[in-house]
């Protein structure tokens, strides 16, 4: 049993002790360690000046790969920075010549940024795309994504790891071995799961994932990164758009990709949310993603156990897994109410419209749900105040 100590995380985050904060699938609660070597570097940025300073701090800058390395079980050399995990599944999407009559195959749980890429793809490059079917339960329908390989020979199978409005955590390494099996291009969004749950690229088997700093990982915003496998880097994959990070002029018509991941990067970084990231994934490292999840099981299945047995509260969630993430609705309370009820307890939540999920949503048959995405800084009190709050709804 591996163990951590939650009045130490408490105090390292000054944000979690004046309000009941349930919003870690949003934009998490930075530790007071990851907000202070952000100011610190920017302030070393204000006397050396930003050229000097990469140069001074190269071998920190440099951790941050290994960091993420550290999480995803991969090397520093698979790893990119992006902006964020739309900006690194965009530049992934981008590796792809596609063709018109090309497929991808998703899941209707995928983000809906992901499903306005797809679209927008099949207004211009004309594209399909498919959807492996789920069963009621809320799980991938396997067999199914099977026939749809067979059939349509998909370009690309893309898999959202933990929906952004459901506590389901998709069988991503199921489609992983299926895709490699039939040497099927794979990509993963994993902006929800990172933080939370292991994510082991090995075990995945995906050619790239995506994820973004400020969520469960309690990174700064504006922060993310890309992992790309050693297949995708050896056959040449590369981005739309290269500049002088990604590539060498070799001649005045030509260029040479550089050997690893940061041929996904430009030249302009942000260095001093680079030096936040690196450190946000650097105690996420030494608390241990065991421990986390180990904490975090307990503490969302009992939260769920107590809001199920609120008389009037629906828990939206499907899934043989669930992750740290419940939507819900309390029957015949307004919106407004909802709202007016959460805010006047400084409860921290999400309030998540169809157009967030919109597939999802029709299924469900909602069209707005609250999202509650606790995380390892809560604790079980706090839990119970807040299906109390929701009680008197």
Not at 82 to 90: Q, R
Not at 233 to 246: R, T, V
Not at 255 to 280: C, H, M, N, Q
Request: aromatic share 10%.
């Amino acid at each position: 049993m591996v163990t951590m100590d939650i009045n130490k995380i408490r105090y390292d985050t000054p944000g979690c002790q004046d309000k009941l904060f349930l919003n870690s699938a949003g934009s998490s609660l930075m530790p007071r360690s990851v907000t202070q070597s952000i100011v610190d570097y920017i302030q070393a940025e204000e006397q050396e000046g930003g050229y000097n300073l990469v140069e001074i701090r190269h071998s920190e800058i440099a951790e941050f790969y290994s960091q993420v390395g550290q999480l995803l079980h991969c090397n520093a050399r698979n790893v990119a920075f992006a902006n964020n995990a739309t900006d690194a599944y965009a530049k992934a999407l981008s590796t792809i010549t596609f063709k018109k009559g090309d497929t991808i195959i998703t899941s209707e749980d995928d983000y809906v940024s992901n499903h306005i890429y797809f679209i927008t793809m099949k207004k211009r490059l004309g594209i399909n795309i498919e959807c492996i079917r789920t069963f009621d339960s809320g799980d991938l329908d396997l067999d199914h994504l099977e026939r749809l390989i067979v059939q349509h020979q998909p370009r690309l199978v893309a898999i959202t790891h933990i929906p952004t409005n459901s506590g389901l955590i998709q069988d991503v390494e199921q489609v992983g071995s299926i895709c490699q099996a039939r040497g099927i291009l794979y990509l993963v969004d994993s902006c929800q799961s990172v933080g939370q749950i292991d994510v082991d690229v090995n075990k995945i088997k995906c050619d790239f994932l995506c994820a973004s700093g400020r969520k469960f990982l309690r990174g700064p915003r504006g922060t993310g990164f890309l992992y790309v496998s050693d297949r995708v880097l050896d056959e040449q994959y590369f981005p739309m758009y290269l500049d002088l990070a990604g590539a060498a002029m070799t001649s005045p018509d030509e260029y040479k990709i550089v050997d690893s991941s940061r041929r996904f990067e430009t030249w302009e970084l942000p260095y001093a949310l680079i030096i936040g990231l690196k450190e946000a994934c650097q105690y996420a490292n030494e608390i241990g993603i065991e421990a986390i999840e180990q904490y975090n099981r307990p503490l969302i299945s009992n939260f769920r156990k107590k809001l199920i047995s609120i008389p009037g509260v629906r828990l939206y969630d499907k899934g043989a897994k669930t992750g740290n993430i419940i939507t819900f609705r309390k029957q015949e309370k307004s919106r407004k109410r909802t709202q007016e009820v959460l805010n006047n307890n400084q409860v921290y939540y999400s309030m998540s419209g169809k157009s967030y999920a919109y597939r999802d949503f029709d299924k469900k048959g909602v069209d707005w749900v609250v999202r509650l995405s606790p995380h390892y800084f809560n604790t079980p009190d706090e839990l119970n105040q807040v299906a109390n709050i929701i009680e008197s709804i």
